[in-house]
């Protein structure tokens, strides 16, 4: 008998609803738009609006909109020419209160947005995006390793009760030691050596220096790059960007590509952000005064409140971001915004003796940013830093903790960017923007068409060849085929799986195996017809003995495909990805669908003869 069960028909319905509900955010293209967001609380509001559409008319740039959406000020464009230049002139009068950055604005509806429906993740090659180049401060990585070592150096000799009167860092990137008259150099030689191998400790007398051989300055230099390339990677995954691409370029810099970023301006801080905390314990004495006269005590420095106010802290860091192994948003037990930290083992013995023999003494913690700033100078740009550190809370320790514990005074905005960036880790070397762009347009629309012209070709060439040889099967075929090509567009857009242009050949292969599926249907129908069986009783046996086949030889193909994602690398996984998700489809379109189809078509006819096919 040929019969489909009810059910089957439900479920095929929904598929078909779902998949056109997903698949609807594709139709909706984006703007090209320049996205302004407020540093440290700055004014996002009508009076800035106005400033903004003020300075684009004055250049002569006409805005299709600017609005405010999400938090930020976004400036919607006609192309990518007057997204460019709105950029440049919003950077050069807004100042450093503000984030400028290139972004493609989404038009999607809200209700599609309500439900999870986005447009379908295009790659760097098809959509565009953004293409950083980042410049690594090796010269700070050098100091900052250098300090770490003058800081063991003087750790090492206190727990040794070895006296010394100055722990100097020299500009070859050397340190000299001075001991106390009474201290014993053979012994602070000694210690040194034991505790930093492959340092060179020389001199003699109460007056040591101790030289970093010039290898291992070359592979610190080296290694703060491959830091930060992982840190950078961890940092764009918590962004969610798909197939990003970061790789070294010649000796200092790091190239960085983020395929269809919606939210440019926060890759943009997320990636160069070098802010971390420092734990730092009081000195007592008046920060006024000390700063009015410039006599400031040996082993402390000024340090300035959000307030303005001066405050006196210890030059010696308890703990900092480097040693943080954890850090999340919170809230604290007053509703104020937080992040709990959980520091190393290291940090965590640090935290843990400190609060042991200070209970009651008061503790800073310390907000330190680095800043890139570009000024014009003679018609040229020079890039510099500005260095900002603040002290974000001072408070009494009211009790022994070690690894866990939560930070305050930070506002809710900086306390998720800080967790962030405490999670992906920090970066070994400052690094500064010296290049961004935008992918152009006529590249990815290029692509794009050509990769649609081929899906659109290879679709109607079978259409065309089915409707010819297999008559009205081939005309049910060409349906399963455009479901097929729904399904597909539907779940890349609702997994945000990317589109590249290698997943359009795996699009027109998943194609061409979905027809292969429906040959093998329609041949072995045939063949029941001409084995003199009634025509129902061959459609049932035909797609009875096909099924088997299509499961086996499709099997081979999506195993074939895993392997590609398991093993393979940017385009090969978003080839294999379009292409498993394609095989899957077709499966369910060729076996069900059609079948489907079909049973709606000839099962109420009891006197049917004849087969169009």
């Known amino acids: 008998m040929l019969e489909f069960p009810r059910w089957k028909y439900f479920v095929i319905l929904l598929v078909l609803a779902l998949s056109l509900v997903y698949a609807l955010p594709n139709v909706f293209q984006s703007d090209y738009a320049v996205q302004i967001t407020g540093n440290r609380g700055a004014a996002l509001d009508d009076a800035l609006k106005g400033r903004v559409a003020g300075y684009l008319d004055q250049a002569g740039v006409q805005p299709k909109s600017v609005a405010i959406e999400n938090d930020s000020l976004m400036v919607r464009l006609a192309d990518a020419e007057s997204q460019t230049l709105a950029a440049d002139i919003l950077r050069e009068n807004l100042g450093e209160n503000y984030t400028v950055a290139l972004n493609l604005a989404s038009n999607v509806p809200p209700w599609l947005q309500r439900i999870g429906a986005q447009p379908m993740v295009l790659g760097l090659d098809l959509q565009g995006g953004v293409h950083f180049v980042l410049q690594v401060d090796q010269k700070a ?10 800081e063991d150096i003087r750790v090492t000799l206190r727990d040794n009760r070895i006296r010394y009167t100055a722990v100097d860092r020299r500009p070859d990137h050397s340190i000299t030691v001075t001991l106390a008259a009474d201290a014993d150099p053979a012994k602070a030689r000694e210690q040194l050596a034991k505790v930093m191998p492959t340092l060179t400790v020389e001199g003699e007398g109460n007056r040591l ?79 006024a005064d000390a700063l009015a006269s410039g006599r400031v005590p040996p082993e402390a420095k000024v ?18 971001g480097d040693q943080m192994v954890s850090a999340t948003s919170a809230i604290d037990q007053n509703g104020q915004p937080a992040v709990s930290v959980t520091l190393n083992n290291v940090g965590g013995d640090r935290m843990f003796e400190f609060t042991s023999a200070n209970v009651g003494k008061p503790m800073a913690v310390v907000y330190t940013e680095r800043i890139p700033q570009v ?20 408070a009494n320790i009211s009790g022994v903790f070690g690894k866990n514990f939560q930070t305050t005074g930070l506002e809710k905005a900086e306390a998720d960017d800080l967790a962030k960036l405490l999670r992906a880790g920090s970066l070994a070397a400052p690094m500064d923007f010296v290049e961004e762009r935008i992918v152009g347009p006529s590249l990815g629309k290029e692509n794009v068409e050509r990769g649609v012209t081929a899906v659109l070709y290879a679709f109607l060439f079978t259409l065309v060849f089915f409707g010819i040889y297999y008559r009205m099967f081939g005309l049910i075929t060409g349906v399963a085929l455009l479901f097929n090509l729904l399904i597909v567009v539907a779940v890349m857009s609702l997994f945000t799986a990317t589109m590249t242009l290698p997943g359009f ?16 249907i329609n041949e072995r129908i045939r063949e029941e017809l001409r084995a003199g069986v009634p025509p129902k009783a061959a459609i049932v046996t035909g797609y009875d003995k096909a099924s088997g086949t299509i499961l086996d030889a499709n099997l081979t193909a999506i195993i074939a495909g895993i392997a590609l994602y398991a093993f393979g690398t940017g385009p090969l996984k978003g080839f294999a990805v379009t292409l498993v998700i394609g095989i899957l489809a077709s499966m369910f379109t060729a076996i069900t669908v059609s079948r489907a189809i079909v049973t709606l078509l000839y099962a109420r006819r009891k006197k049917l003869k004849t087969l169009a096919i």
């Open 303 to 320: 340090y300035f409140r959000r307030d303005g106010s001066p405050i006196l802290l210890n030059k010696r860091v308890i703990v900092t």
């Open 505 to 520: 050949a795996g699009l027109a292969l998943s194609i061409g195996l979905s027809v292969d599926a429906n040959v093998l």
């Open 141 to 150: 990585a050098l100091e900052k390793r250098v300090d770490g070592y003058v």
């Open 209 to 287: 220096a101790v030289r970093i051989p010039e290898t291992e300055l070359t592979q610190i230099a080296g290694s703060a790059i491959e830091q930060n390339i992982a840190t950078l990677r961890n940092r764009v995954n918590q962004l969610g960007v798909s197939e990003p691409i970061i790789q070294r370029q010649g000796n200092d810099r790091i190239v960085v590509q983020l395929p269809g970023v919606q939210d440019t301006a926060a890759a943009k801080r997320m990636i160069g952000a070098t802010a971390t905390l420092e734990y730092r314990a009081m000195v007592d004495g008046n920060a």
């Open 375 to 394: 000024t014009i100078v003679n018609g040229q740009e020079v890039r510099s830093f500005k260095v900002r550190e603040e002290v974000i809370n001072v």
